[in-house]
């Protein structure tokens, strides 16, 4: 069998595209850090790395609904600690307005004060976060809570709580209606605390003349700090229920920051290359490359006239 000059150049030619190929392709492995450069590299191995890259973006997603859940619950907790130091100050005024020493004028001096601390809690009921929603207005978040009235104060937004999925079967709430926060969720009823101040403020603005309006100012302060007491323990209800959502969501943190190192170190396995072992295999490479090289040059340059 006679093999013609232009079949060894056919054949030399191909086995050093081939070895040059394949030596590109590990040096472009080794630069990338990558073993699977497509998934023709490694089928199995590229759909799994696509499973587990698609897992653990959704972690990474659920991460980010847990800083703004962790966002939103600071931010109404921050709220009502400044709603239950009003209504602490509050129930001071009411003890002090029970002194039967005060004249009509001194009592009409705390009702000023009153008329401030409900302004005060009418904003803080109106509070927004950082992007501008009233948080205590349910699913209305771009509806103001509460507007003052005669009587008190109408809640203008729903019984809706907006929530976020912090987790793959955990929906958690962040929110908290205002007509549940300020008003016990029966607006006029003894926890609606813009119904109580109002009434107290006018109560404090009525002349003591007869001992019947002392006994009357006696049971509208007595009914107005039963009243406040009932609202402070509200508001506490609803501070602990925040708090207990954020301590489940430094939990989740815990555990979803595990579950990232573990997807992290997941696709190392799968697509990261073996330094090591491709450095070696370079090397081998190249020694077969620059063999293979030399061989053709050789063989290449003979002919009949090499052996006359």
Do not use: C
Not at 28 to 34: D, E, T, V
Not at 124 to 140: H, I
Not at 145 to 156: D, S
């Amino acid at each position: 069998m006679r093999i013609s000059t232009q079949n060894l150049f056919e054949s030399g030619t191909v086995q050093l595209m081939g070895l040059q190929s394949s030596l590109a392709k590990l040096q472009q492995q080794i630069g990338s850090g990558r073993r699977i450069l497509s998934p023709s590299d490694d089928p199995v191995g590229a759909a799994r790395a696509l499973e587990v890259s698609q897992s653990q973006s959704i972690n990474t997603q659920y991460a980010s609904n847990r800083q703004l859940a962790t966002s939103t619950l600071t931010s109404v907790e921050g709220s009502l600690s400044s709603v239950t130091a009003l209504l602490q100050d509050i129930h001071t005024a009411i003890v002090t307005a029970e002194n039967t020493t005060l004249s009509d004028g001194e009592r009409g001096f705390v009702a000023t004060e009153l008329a401030g601390r409900l302004d005060a809690m009418l904003g803080l009921a109106n509070s927004r976060d950082a992007l501008g929603n009233y948080v205590f207005s349910g699913y209305q978040t771009d509806t103001q809570a509460f507007v003052k009235t005669a009587t008190g104060a109408t809640y203008q937004g729903d019984l809706g709580q907006q929530s976020l999925q912090v987790e793959a079967t955990r929906q958690m709430a962040v929110s908290n209606p205002g007509q549940s926060v300020f008003q016990g969720g029966a607006p006029g009823g003894a926890a609606d605390v813009f119904k109580t101040l109002t009434d107290l403020i006018n109560l404090l603005n009525t002349p003591v003349v007869t001992p019947a309006d002392q006994a009357n100012l006696a049971a509208g302060l007595a009914t107005a700090s039963s009243n406040i007491k009932l609202s402070i323990d509200g508001v506490s209800t609803v501070r602990a229920s925040l708090g207990s959502r954020l301590q489940e969501i430094d939990s989740l943190n815990e555990a979803g920051i595990d579950r990232g190192l573990q997807y992290s170190q997941m696709l190392s396995e799968i697509q990261d290359i073996d330094y090591t072992e491709a450095l070696t295999k370079l090397t081998q490479q190249q020694f077969t490359l620059e063999a293979a090289q030399r061989s053709f040059s050789i063989i290449s340059k003979l002919s009949l006239f090499n052996f006359i």
